[in-house]
């Protein structure tokens, strides 16, 4: 059960912030993991902000997002130089490993995975950024390995 009183205390923070929704937004998420439609209604009814407005702004910024995704969110680069690289059969080795198609979590809560535009390191394709850590010169055996140590992280710190 969410504690949505959390919404009215970070509105609340902001109070004296001339323009304060995206700061609210930013912090909200961070405490919730997303902004689903429950927590962005408490936001509208505590700013007194137009639901509509609200959100235009939650939509319309790639750094929010409206639905919940792992604690490690996979982002795979198909780009040409990937792509040429096998790219495509690393993140089929991905999807058949998690049981997930595109930007799909797992049930555990662990895993998103989502495409990227290139990340400028084509040097050494193909290429995938888990979180922060970036991760080249893939295979799918490797892609597998690398996923196994985030699996056994992600459930040890659970
Ligand atoms: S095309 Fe994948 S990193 Fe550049």
Redesign the pocket.
């Given at each position: 059960m969410q504690d949505l009183g959390k919404v009215d205390e970070i509105v609340k923070s902001y109070k004296e912030t001339k323009t304060p929704l995206i700061y609210i937004l930013k912090d909200v998420q961070k405490e919730f993991g997303c902004l689903s439609d429950k927590i962005l209604t408490r936001v509208a009814k505590t700013t007194k902000i137009p639901l509509s407005e609200i959100y235009g702004v939650a939509t319309f910024y790639s750094l929010f997002t409206t639905v919940k995704k792992g604690k490690y969110i996979i982002r795979c680069?198909?780009?040409?130089?990937?792509?040429v690289k096998g790219?495509k059969e690393v993140l089929d080795r991905i999807k058949e490993y998690l049981g997930l198609e595109m930007n799909e979590t797992t049930p555990d809560n662990l895993f998103t995975l989502e495409f990227t535009s290139?990340?400028?390191?084509?040097a050494?394709?193909?290429?995938m950024m888990i979180n922060d850590e970036v991760y080249g010169n893939l295979t799918p055996e490797k892609a597998v390995a690398i996923l196994k140590d985030y699996k056994m992280k992600g459930q040890a710190n659970a």
């Open positions: 680069c198909n780009n040409a130089p990937c792509h790219s290139c990340l400028g390191l084509c050494v394709a193909p290429v």
